[in-house]
T-cell receptor, first 113, second 114 residues
Framework: NAGVTQTPKFQVLKTGQSMTLQCAQD?????MSWYRQDPGMGLRLIHY???????DQGEVPNGYNVSRSTTEDFPLRLLSAAPSQTSVYFC????????????FGSGTRLTVV | AQSVTQLGSHVSVSEGALVLLRCNYS??????LFWYVQYPNQGLQLLLK??????LVKGINGFEAEFKKSETSFHLTKPSAHMSDAAEYFC????????????FGAGTTVTVRA
């Protein structure tokens, strides 16, 4: 099925560990974003990309890196995990046209202990 | 910069009653406005969007929202609540020149009483 696929769905990390959250879309969307969701705060933009090879920072970029080597993939890297990064992470891709609006993945629930 | 305020973090309605979720935005340019719904343990699903066409926007599942520029509001309504409407709802705004950068409200959780 077409859409946005995130892996893993759940992850527990120890403080200081690094990891990569994977995101792939098969809709040929140019725009992709990473958001984190925390209770009472809605979704906050971490990083975004307007096309392969182009990325930029969002509202809360510290502690995260991204790259966009292909249109399909947009991985999010946590460099040195901290408890403050415990959150639910959503990847989303955006298409222009009739289906205007972001398509979201099902999320990755990350706990840092 | 855009921002969104959703009034009320929790709303409880009876089945069959009106659902009204309030959203106010601030934007320095004409905005694009969205409502998303999130069911438990799922991602967000687009309910409806306003992109400077008709001010009354109809979405999926019987929801609609009205853009009121004078009030900087984009409230979401549904005439008759159903048990399946229990979820969290997010209002979001982007500006027209950077419509891929969404700013979200804090969300409103809707519970439906039988």
């Amino acid at each position: 099925n077409a859409g946005v696929t995130q892996t893993p769905k759940f992850q527990v990390l120890k403080t200081g560990q690094s990891m990569t959250l994977q995101c792939a879309q098969d809709m040929n969307h140019e725009y992709m974003s990473w958001y984190r969701q925390d209770p009472g705060m809605g979704l906050r933009l971490i990083h975004y990309s307007v096309g392969a090879g182009i990325t930029d920072q969002g509202e809360v970029p510290n502690g995260y890196n991204v790259s966009r080597s292909t249109t399909e993939d947009f991985p999010l890297r946590l460099l040195s995990a901290a408890p403050s990064q415990t959150s639910v992470y959503f990847c989303a891709s955006y298409g222009i046209g009739d289906n205007y609006g972001y398509t979201f993945g099902s999320g990755t629930r990350l706990t840092v202990v | 910069a855009q921002s969104v305020t959703q009034l009320g973090s929790h709303v409880s309605v009876s089945e069959g009653a009106l659902v009204l979720l309030r959203c106010n935005y601030s934007s320095s340019v004409p905005p694009y406005l969205f409502w998303y719904v999130q069911y438990p343990n799922q991602g967000l699903q687009l309910l409806l969007k306003y992109t400077s066409a008709a001010t009354l926007v109809k979405g999926i599942n019987g929801f609609e929202a009205e853009f009121k520029k004078s009030e900087t509001s984009f409230h979401l309504t549904k005439p008759s609540a159903h048990m399946s409407d229990a979820a969290e709802y997010f209002c979001a705004v982007s500006d027209g020149s950077n419509d891929y950068k969404l700013s979200f409200g804090a969300g409103t959780t809707v519970t439906v009483r039988a």
